[in-house]
């Protein structure tokens, strides 16, 4: 990952650095995201723990500035740790993470003592990354925490709770299992539909999947109903899925184990946009938000289902032949793709 231009920080610890710095407009991957009936999504840088800070974008545009809707977003952080230096556990990356609040804190009480009466007080040395942190100590700005596990979901729920932040939860793997917390502590899903599957095919001379493998392809589609049932508030998300065809297929198969088709719905259009704080804009189908529109013939979560029309912003898109393909590439670095994280769109 590219570093931000005067951080205090290694990269993959630099939250200051926006996924809007680095978008590019147009594409095939953009491309097969309409096929799939996304006209909105939400793209962030994909590695390090402190990620870095999210767009919502429209998926049209002559540039990058006319696809984005909203910037920042939020700032994403991850739990892996880094490679070849500290934090390299999953302790060190938790025990990084709440240091670096700590700074933050420390750092905005410097400034406002200086501020107040900078006379014969020494000048607090300018920290971009510590400024990036103070909009989420305020609660200005969520923090997407990226975790799958129980162990992991249940610190973020922690870290939440120390630090007063508005979380949310991206991927949830396992959120289910903490369905009870997670709706004490209001924190939202962003749950993915990229469901584990077999990646070879299967043969009498291979070895046998491991348990925790198969039991995770059996749960997965019932994550969304069980967090439906709990009164989780959650959205869909890609989650770097190679093929959206998955996308509404997946939300497919989360019906099909217990989810009601209107929270599937929902969870792809105005539940996304309710999280991510842009229902006023997006989301649902209401005089003066923005004009995203899917229609489709047929059932909007059959795989197999194309989409008839698509408008983004009021203007029909020319939908490309061909399948939906790979999720977008909207790339907040050089050599780096953040798919969308959740679609936002109207449906019919």
């Known amino acids: 990952m590219a570093s931000a231009v005067n951080s205090t920080q290694p990269a993959g610890l630099q939250p200051e650095i926006q996924a809007a710095d680095y978008l590019r407009p147009g594409g095939d991957q953009i491309d097969g995201e309409r ?21 919502l974008i429209n998926l049209a545009g002559d540039s990058a500035q006319q696809m984005i809707v909203r910037s920042p977003v939020a700032l994403h952080v991850g739990f892996t740790s880094l490679r070849g230096g500290y934090p390299g556990s999953l302790l060190g990356v938790f025990s990084a993470i709440r240091q670096a609040f700590l700074d933050a804190q420390r750092y905005d009480e410097s400034q406002k003592i200086y501020a107040r009466s900078p006379r014969g007080v020494r000048r607090p040395e300018p920290d971009k990354s510590l400024e990036a942190l103070i909009p989420v100590l305020n609660r200005q700005m969520p923090v997407v925490f990226h975790a799958d596990s129980q162990r992991e979901i249940e610190r973020a729920i922690g870290l939440a709770q120390e630090f007063k932040l508005r979380g949310i939860i991206a991927g949830g793997e396992e959120a289910w299992k903490v369905a009870d917390r997670l709706r004490e502590a209001q924190m939202p899903v962003l749950l993915s539909l990229n469901f584990p599957r077999r990646t070879t095919a299967a043969s009498a001379d291979a070895d046998p999947e491991p348990l925790r493998i198969l039991r995770a392809r059996v749960e997965a589609p019932k994550g969304a109903g069980r967090l439906a049932a709990a009164r989780v508030k959650f959205a869909f998300q890609s989650d770097g899925m190679t093929s959206m065809e998955d996308f509404r297929g997946n939300a497919g198969k989360a019906v099909e184990n217990g989810l009601s088709t209107d929270d599937a719905i929902k969870a792809m259009t105005l539940s996304a946009a309710e999280i991510l704080n842009v229902a006023d804009r997006l989301g649902s189908l209401e005089t003066g938000k923005i004009a995203n529109l899917t229609v489709v013939r047929g059932n909007l979560l059959d795989r197999s289902t194309r989409i008839a029309y698509l408008f983004i912003d009021g203007r029909q898109i020319d939908l490309r032949p061909g399948g939906p393909g790979p999720a977008p590439q909207a790339s907040p670095t050089p050599t780096e793709t953040a798919p969308p994280v959740a679609g936002v769109s109207g449906t019919r």
């Open 35 to 55: 096929n799939a009936g996304i006209t909105t999504a939400l793209t962030a840088p994909r590695t390090g723990i402190f990620i870095g800070q999210s767009a």
